[in-house]
C-alpha cells in the first residue's frame, strides 16, 4: 500500500510557483522521499528526492518538515509542460516502490 | 548515456497466448524492476532482480514470471493471458545496492499490452 497522501488534482497559472504537499506520516528513519512525475502514460520522470534536508535541482526544489512527516515540491516557475501527474514516494534502501494516486497538475496558460 | 530500453513499445494478444517483455537497463545498473500500469490500479510493482536474483516480489499471481541476465537484461512474461492483463508494463533500472542511501530509479517508456 502507498505510504503517502497527496491531494487528487491542482492547479497553477503558468509562470507561478506551483506548490504540491505530500503527507508521509508512517515515514522511517532510513526512508527517502522521491518525486517522480509522469506525462501522457510515459514512463515515470525521476524529478528530486531527500532524505530531512531541503533539496534543490534544475527542476525543482523539495521541503522536508523537520519531523518528516510531509513535504512540498515546489515549481518555480510552472510552464505548460509541466502538467502531468506527480507522484510522491517513499522508500527504503530497496528498489520498490509504491506509487499512490498522485496529483494531476495542471498548468492553465 | 542511454535510458532504459525496453521492447516491444506495442503489442496485441489475445487470451491465453503468452507474452514476453524485454528491458535493457542503464550501463552499470544491476537492479531491474518492473511495474503494471492500469487505470483502475494504477502503479503497481510486479517484481525487482539484481544479480539476476529476484529480491523482492508484488501481490501478482504466478502467471507473472521474470529473469534477469548476467548482463542485467531482464525479461518479464505473462502466461495465459487475461483481459485484464491489459496494461502499460513499465521496466525501471537502479544501481541496487542495498544500504547505499538513495536508490533513484530511472524508467523506461513501457510496453503497451492489448489483450483481446
Known amino acids: 500500500d502507498a505510504k503517502t497522501t497527496q491531494p487528487t488534482s491542482m492547479d497553477c497559472a503558468e509562470g507561478r510557483a506551483a506548490n504540491l504537499p505530500c503527507n508521509h506520516s508512517t515515514i522511517s528513519g532510513n526512508e527517502y522521499v522521491y518525486w517522480y512525475r509522469q506525462i501522457h502514460s510515459q514512463g515515470p520522470q525521476y524529478i528530486i528526492h531527500?532524505?530531512?534536508n531541503n533539496e534543490t535541482n534544475e527542476m525543482a526544489s523539495l521541503i522536508i518538515t523537520e519531523d518528516r512527516k510531509s513535504s512540498t515540491l515546489i515549481l518555480p516557475h510552472a510552464t505548460l509542460r509541466d502538467t502531468a501527474v506527480y507522484y510522491c514516494?517513499?522508500?527504503?534502501?530497496?528498489?520498490?516502490?509504491?506509487f499512490g494516486t498522485g496529483t494531476s497538475l495542471t498548468v492553465i496558460p | 548515456k542511454a535510458g532504459v530500453t525496453q521492447t516491444p513499445r506495442y503489442l496485441i494478444k489475445t487470451r491465453g497466448q503468452q507474452v514476453t517483455l524485454s528491458c535493457s537497463p542503464i550501463s552499470g545498473h544491476r537492479s531491474v524492476s518492473w511495474y503494471q500500469q492500469t487505470p483502475g490500479q494504477g502503479l503497481q510493482f510486479l517484481f525487482e532482480y539484481f544479480s539476476e536474483t529476484q529480491r523482492n516480489k508484488g501481490n501478482f499471481p504466478g502467471r507473472f514470471s521474470g529473469r534477469q541476465f548476467s548482463n542485467s537484461r531482464s525479461e518479464m512474461n505473462v502466461s495465459t493471458l487475461e483481459l485484464g492483463d491489459s496494461a502499460l508494463y513499465l521496466c525501471a533500472s537502479g544501481p541496487g545496492g542495498l544500504g547505499v542511501g538513495a536508490n533513484v530509479l530511472t524508467f523506461g517508456a513501457g510496453s503497451r499490452l492489448t489483450v483481446l
Open positions: 514516494i517513499v522508500s527504503g534502501t530497496g528498489n520498490q516502490f509504491y
Open positions: 531527500g532524505l530531512k
